[in-house]
Structures are given as C-alpha cells and as structure tokens.
C-alpha cells in the first residue's frame, strides 16, 4: 500500500514538474521579449531601430 502511495506521489511530482517546467520557458520567452524591446527603444539610429524591429518581428511570426 505504501508502495503505490508513494508511486501515486512521483507521477504527480514528475506532472507538477512538467508544468512548473513550461512556465518557466514562457517566463523566459516574455523576458527575452521586454529586453529586445529595451535594447530596441535604447537604439538612437532611426534606421536601425525600424530594422531591428522588423528583424524582431519577423522572427516572433516565424516562432510559433
């Protein structure tokens, strides 16, 4: 019995794990997404911002 309590615990540790694992990826797409957009508004060069902006457009259609 004690047996499968405790296999019981390690598939929903391992499912808890799992989904805590997925939020930290999409935390750490929306932070690498705000940085890119303060190194953007940083940028003084018109042009190169309006570049580095369709670049970074561009590849956040093409991610998903």
């Known amino acids: ?3 499968f309590i405790a296999g019981v615990m390690f598939y929903l540790y ?4 799992r ?3 997925g ?3 999409s ?3 929306v932070q690498n997404i705000l940085l890119s957009f303060k190194l953007i508004e940083g ?3 018109e042009k190169e911002r309006s570049a580095m902006t ?3 457009i561009e590849f956040l ?3 998903k």
Not at 14 to 17: D, G, L, R
Request: avoid cysteine.
């Open 27 to 29: 935390l750490l797409d």
């Open 43 to 45: 940028t003084s060069d």
């Open 19 to 21: 989904q805590l694992k």
């Open 1 to 3: 019995m004690v047996e």
């Open 61 to 63: 259609a093409t991610r």
């Open 23 to 25: 939020y930290h990826d």
């Open 54 to 56: 369709q670049k970074m």
């Open 14 to 17: 391992s499912q808890t794990v």
